[in-house]
């Protein structure tokens, strides 16, 4: 018989092998590159701002994202510090691999390692309220069983997205390139469940996306006889598009916003013709109703942030710097509660907020929380 001590052993011997394979299977490693400004002689500041940039990088590649963020926010190291430190740390570990210091430039290549689950936490945290994806496919008439059944950009899918950019959204159109993802969402459309949908999102850091399909009947056939031996003269088409409103909510859930369906008619020689004719009915009368809803609920998202700002010598200054985040997309309004001290209403992200208040030529953000940015007056 066994002896009892080895026995044990082997079982925790066993177990710790089981618990280590789990954790290596749960963090996944690349190499990645970052580059950052030099501010005068402060290498220092650049070569961790390259690191911040480097590491972001690595965590979308593991996401797979389409829409870097590093092209919407300038500040990467500022970002790292916001969003990496709430989530307990995506990357795991890093190596500084290569440095290189340029005129005005410094470079580093890493190896880091990222936890994909915090990876995603990390992404959808960079989501913007007011971005949005569009996927609406249409059936259309085949001539052959080789050809798409589909066309995936069509004259409803770019009314609504002209509709939402008209609006201030950033609108990301799905069918542009993304066929590999035109399957999962036409099986998430027919079985219901939307969780697949959430990559998506990550992908282009949005919170919302409107999907749905639009099919078509022929009414009448071109030819058919419609009574004291008249014939038709043109194919009757009944086009119907159903469509889903789906966001995103703070828990990570995908919460449907709006459902509908509508039906309009078209009639030309041309099958496909017939149903272009009744798109443009339909988006005609169903792009206002989705840019509505989706304001509707980006409303619900406005906040009220504190902007306290360090400095401000007077009240001509103060004016200024109230004109400054008056003028930053998003903002609903700005109240002043102080010298340096105002109350902003605000639609988006708040780390948008920040960023944008960081461009600004005399203002410098010095702490930021998602209800309290303090920024320093130059």
Not at 309 to 333: R, Y
Request: charged residues 20%; aromatic residues 6%; proline residues 2%.
């Amino acid at each position: 018989m066994m002896n009892k001590k080895i026995y044990i052993s082997i079982v925790l011997i066993a177990i710790s092998l089981i618990f280590s394979d789990t954790l290596y299977a749960d963090v996944k490693c690349g190499e990645a590159v970052g580059e950052a400004a030099i501010n005068g002689t402060d290498i220092p500041s650049a070569k961790a701002e390259a690191i911040a940039r480097a590491k972001w990088s690595a965590i979308e590649q593991l996401v797979g994202v389409e829409v870097k963020s590093q092209t919407i926010v300038q500040n990467m190291a500022f970002v790292d510090d916001a969003v990496s430190r709430e989530i307990g740390g995506v990357v795991k570990s890093y190596d500084v691999l290569s440095e290189k210091k340029g005129t005005d430039t410094y470079t580093v290549r890493i190896k880091a390692c990222v936890e994909p689950a915090k990876a995603e936490k990390a992404v959808s945290a960079l989501a913007r309220n007011n971005s949005v994806i569009v996927f609406v496919p249409v059936k259309k008439a085949v001539s052959s069983p080789t050809e798409a059944q589909f066309v995936e950009t069509n004259v409803l899918s770019e009314a609504i997205i002209s509709g939402l950019t008209e609006s201030g959204y950033t609108v990301a159109d799905l069918a542009s390139g993304q066929t590999s993802d035109v399957g999962m969402v036409e099986q998430a459309l027919k079985s219901g469940n939307l969780l697949s949908l959430r990559s998506l999102l990550y992908k282009f850091l949005a919170n919302i996306l409107v999907i749905g399909s639009a099919d078509y009947t022929v009414s009448t056939e071109k030819g058919a006889d419609i009574g004291y031996g008249v014939k038709m003269p043109f194919n009757n088409i009944t086009v119907t598009l159903t469509y889903r409103i789906v966001y995103k909510d703070a828990n990570g859930e995908m919460v449907i916003l709006s459902a509908g369906s509508k039906s309009d008619k078209g009639m030309a020689a041309n099958i496909n013709d017939g149903i272009r004719k009744g798109l443009n009915k339909i988006s005609e009368n169903i792009t206002p109703i989705i840019v509505n809803k989706i304001a509707e609920h980006t409303k619900l998202s406005v906040k009220r942030v504190q902007v306290k700002v360090e400095g401000v010598p007077d009240i001509n200054a103060n004016f200024e710097v109230k004109d400054m985040l008056t003028n930053i997309s998003w903002v609903n309004s700005v109240e002043e509660s102080g010298i340096g001290e105002f109350v902003v209403k605000y639609s988006e992200n708040t780390i948008y907020l920040a960023n944008s208040i960081n461009q600004k030529e005399r203002l410098k953000v010095s702490k930021f929380t998602p209800y309290l940015i303090t920024v320093k007056y130059k």
